[in-house]
């Protein structure tokens, strides 16, 4: 064996991969549940193209005008057969020729129908010769960066790290103790730092894949902007997933059972995932509250994440976010590590 | 395998205790001990469960600190050489469970990255017969082959002095006898080891001494063999008598332990029961004494003493009891 791979921290790191990777619910929590998450919600709250309206109308010619809007989908039918068509909702408005000239026939209470009237009309009024008094042009706003998937994604990104770094260290070092794997290692010559570096190690390499995974995902189905530099958003990252780790690491001191260090965990997380605006704004919570939902470290990783992506902005202009995830980092893992119970 | 041959502080004991005491809460968990265990020697504790032992054992691990007293192992003390002890200890818990996704591989690939100096993985895999399980998940072992992988994780530092706390309980009666085959493989290698067990026939067939525990405290202390002669002769005969008209036989108890080496008699039952020295040469004398008076053997059936015999002459209850 090289020097490396004897190296206890060498051991203890990969071990903590083979761990993870043999565990399969815990790879589809890390990694396939949050893309999960953003293509349904994607999906749900995704921004429609402006719907065809369909129409119909009795001559040929009548169709043509018509067909030239494309907001509109035409079909010549009998008079009949429209009234038909309408009843059933196949169409929305009858255009019927008359010996003076045209009649719609529409339902005056569906919005869409009274949408087709004005469609249609000013569609067979231009194919009639009709000029318009004053000169209009469109100016159409489809900009990425101000839709709810663009919104969501840096949110999801937060509550993921938070989610695999306390889960992470929660549920492994408490098992191990449960277990009596601690005591026995702690009965070895092994260094107690590199017990939990080894932790510290092995996340921080799941996190490149777990971010570029799901931050490449969102990028490549939804063309989520990058607007910041990109290192600094790997550095929020960084930041973000040890101050969580430590918060983990601190859930997990004293805990000798699972479903203690379960209940824990929830109790840590659960306000984090109400109050710091992963789906909605956390600015909506009342001015009283405010305070409060400003200290979370969630709160401050996702308003650092959406400032990045967003809107580009710097480290510089987001100290204070550094250093809310900063001090929680600092605070939680000096109690972690005076508390700490080794067996 | 050899004990490494790495220099010691001193010559003296291996492990020594001196007024050790423990409470946990209101309860007394070990109430006073003195022990010196030397060099090369398979040393036992023997007890019921709640006798102290487990706490004992580990504060002599230093995982446990005592409320008094002092713990000296390789003339090093855990307060001022931690390190050195730690790298110079093999220990065995009650009940680790190694992670269940490991391979027996990986886990003492791990524990062996602790040492600075140790065996190879795959010596101790030989050592602790697990090569066909090499490759297996630590899930899929039975109770022996964990219980073998624990001592594996034990050796792989070459330990000079190792602990084994109850490493048979809880198995079955053919993986206890694997161990023991390990622990006497152990044994001759001249490494110390101290190991604590309520089965009284494991203590007798591994340890070269035996500390017998109570509440606490050491009530007896020898080899197995003094211990069992201790209550006076090694043997237990059993024989129950018929006269000539194959009627109950009476006999004066008198005359029983008139006959030279027979220790003690009693009656149980209809069976009399004789403590005796040597079988060899007393068993003749009782076949003789009882034809002179003419009466005959209907049962006639021997034993050896045992640990659990000197437990109850110490204590009036069955190790079993607790």
Not at chain 1, 6 to 23: C, P
Not at chain 1, 257 to 286: C, D, H, K, Q, Y
């Amino acid at each position: 064996m090289s020097k490396l791979a004897m190296s206890s921290l060498f051991q203890l790191t990969i071990v903590r991969f083979r761990l993870f990777w043999r565990e399969p619910e815990a790879i589809f929590w890390i990694f396939v549940f949050p893309i999960l998450l953003a293509v349904g919600l994607g999906i749900a709250f995704r921004n429609r193209p402006a719907d065809v309206l369909q129409v119909g109308a009795t001559t040929a010619q009548l169709t043509h005008a018509l067909a030239v809007d494309k907001g509109l989908a035409a079909a010549t039918m009998s008079e009949a057969e429209g009234t038909h068509a309408l009843a059933t909702g196949t169409i929305l408005l009858l255009a019927i020729q008359t010996p003076d000239g045209v009649s719609y026939k529409f339902d005056e209470t569906n919005p869409d129908a009274r949408t087709a009237r004005m469609v249609a009309d000013r569609a067979i009024q231009t194919a009639s010769g009709r000029r318009e008094a004053v000169h209009v042009q469109n100016q159409l706003v489809h900009e990425t960066g101000s839709r709810y998937i663009d919104f969501l994604v840096p949110g999801l990104l937060g509550m993921n790290l938070m989610g695999s770094a306390i889960w992470g260290m929660g549920f492994s070092i408490v098992e191990s103790r449960q277990k009596k794997l601690l005591k026995r290692l702690v009965a070895s010559p092994m260094p107690r730092w590199q017990y939990l570096a080894s932790y510290l190690l092995s996340r921080l390499s799941m996190l490149v894949i777990e971010v570029v995974g799901f931050l490449g995902f969102a990028r490549l189905v939804f063309g989520v902007p990058f607007r910041g530099s990109l290192w600094q958003l790997g550095l929020l990252c960084v930041l973000t997933s040890l101050s969580f780790c430590s918060l983990g690491l601190l859930v997990a001191s004293r805990a000798t059972t699972m479903e203690a260090a379960s209940g824990l965990m929830n109790l840590v997380m659960l306000p984090m995932w109400i109050l710091s605006g992963i789906f909605f704004s956390a600015t909506r919570f009342p001015a009283i509250l405010q305070p409060v939902v400003r200290a979370l470290p969630l709160t401050a990783a996702i308003d650092a994440l959406r400032g990045n992506m967003l809107q580009g902005m710097n480290l510089g202009q987001q100290l204070i976010q550094m250093a809310i995830l900063l001090t929680w980092l600092i605070v939680a893992f000096a109690i972690a590590l005076r508390i700490f119970r080794w067996r | 395998m050899q004990a490494n041959g790495r220099p010691t502080q001193s010559n003296g004991p291996s492990l020594l205790l001196c007024g050790l005491r423990k409470s946990f809460a209101d309860v007394v968990a070990v109430d006073g001990l003195d022990l010196e265990v030397t060099r090369g020697e398979c040393f036992g504790l023997l007890g019921p469960n709640g006798a102290g032992k487990t706490t004992t054992i580990e504060i002599c691990e230093g995982l446990t600190a005592p409320d008094a007293g002092t713990v000296e192992l390789l003339g090093l003390t855990w307060s001022t050489g931690e390190n050195q002890l730690r790298q110079r200890i093999g220990i065995q818990l009650q009940e680790t469970q190694f992670p269940d996704k490991l391979t027996v591989d990986e886990t003492l690939c791990l524990f062996r990255s602790f040492f600075h100096h140790g065996i190879s993985v795959e010596e101790s895999i030989r050592t602790a017969q697990l090569e066909e399980k090499r490759h297996a998940r630590v899930g899929t072992l039975s109770g022996g082959q964990k219980q073998r992988l624990a001592m594996a994780c034990a050796l792989v530092g070459d330990p000079e002095l190792l602990f084994l706390d109850e490493p048979t309980t809880g198995l079955d009666p053919q993986a206890r006898r694997h161990l023991w085959d390990l622990v006497d493989g152990l044994k001759q290698a001249g490494r110390t080891i101290i190991l604590t067990t309520h089965y009284m026939d494991e203590a007798e067939r591994l340890c070269d001494r035996v500390a017998i525990m109570d509440h606490g405290r050491i009530i007896a202390l020898d080899s197995p063999e003094k211990l069992i002669a201790s209550i006076g002769g090694e043997h237990i005969v059993e024989f129950a008598i018929t006269d000539k008209n194959g009627s109950d036989g009476v006999v004066d108890p008198a005359l029983l332990t008139a006959i030279a080496g027979v220790e003690s008699h009693r009656v149980d039952a209809g069976v009399h029961q004789l403590s005796v020295r040597e079988l060899h040469t007393t068993v003749p004398l009782i076949f003789a004494s009882l034809s002179a008076h003419g009466l005959h053997l209907s049962e006639f059936r021997t034993h050896s003493a045992t640990l659990e015999d000197v437990f109850v002459g110490l204590t009036g209850r069955n190790l079993r009891d607790e």
